[in-house]
T-cell receptor
């Protein structure tokens, strides 16, 4: 039972354009959502997060949007840069279990010149 | 600040052999996590330690997997005997405590191949 789903295994975007990565979840107990970025041969690194009490969180070029009614979140990267090419994982945690993360399967982003 | 250190980075073994992975968390981090990442999947939590105590090992296959965190610092994850399906990347992560999910710092992982 995949509680966090990333339905697009890969995405290719031109440099300077917007990258939109999507994530859906099924567990209504999830109240905190995170995006991690992973380069080859490295561990995932935290990128940005959002609490369920918000619908948007912005950090520089990265913005995460949360639609609780649709159980959907998205990560926007504007403008996209070649260094953004990586695998992006969506993760979620439930109230009272902040440290127990459930990850999606990841989306590989390729930013082309 | 040094990050989470894992060794070895790569390991190839034959099935039925034992294998062990080592993790040194960030200094001062009380919480340590072991994850398994299968090909094309996201990381899945195997076990979480608060200092020396394993507080969540519900996902650890206890018939063949074991873990320890002596003195609440370094940790070792062992598989005995290994099976073909154990081929994966084993990630270690640490955090100051378990209160904030975003504060998990991951190591580079150990890629295990069982032949």
């Amino acid at each position: 039972d995949q509680q966090v789903k990333q339905n697009s295994p890969s995405l290719s975007v031109q440099e300077g354009r917007i990258s939109i990565l999507n994530c859906d979840y099924t567990n209504s107990m999830f109240d905190y959502f995170l995006w991690y970025k992973k380069y080859p041969a490295e561990g995932p690194t935290f990128l940005i997060s959002i609490s369920s009490i918000k619908d948007k969180n912005e950090d520089g070029r990265f913005t995460v949007f949360l639609n609780k009614s649709a159980k959907h979140l998205s990560l926007h990267i504007v403008p996209s840069q070649p260094g953004d090419s990586a695998v992006y994982f969506c993760a979620a945690s439930a109230a009272g279990t902040a440290s127990k993360l459930t990850f999606g399967t990841g989306t590989r982003l390729q930013v082309t010149l | 600040e040094a990050g989470v250190v894992q060794s070895p980075r790569y390991k190839i073994i034959e099935k039925k052999q034992p294998v062990a992975f080592w993790c040194n968390p960030i200094s001062g981090h009380n919480t340590l996590y072991w994850y398994r990442q299968n090909l094309g999947q996201g990381p899945e939590l195997l076990i979480r330690y608060e200092n020396e105590e394993a507080v969540d090992d519900s996902q650890l296959p206890k018939d063949r997997f074991s873990a320890e965190r002596l003195k609440g610092v370094d940790s070792t994850l062992k598989i005995q005997p290994a099976e073909l399906g154990d081929s994966a990347v084993y990630l270690c992560a640490s955090s100051v405590d378990s209160g904030a999910a975003y504060e998990q710092y991951f190591g580079p992982g150990t890629r295990l191949t069982v032949t």
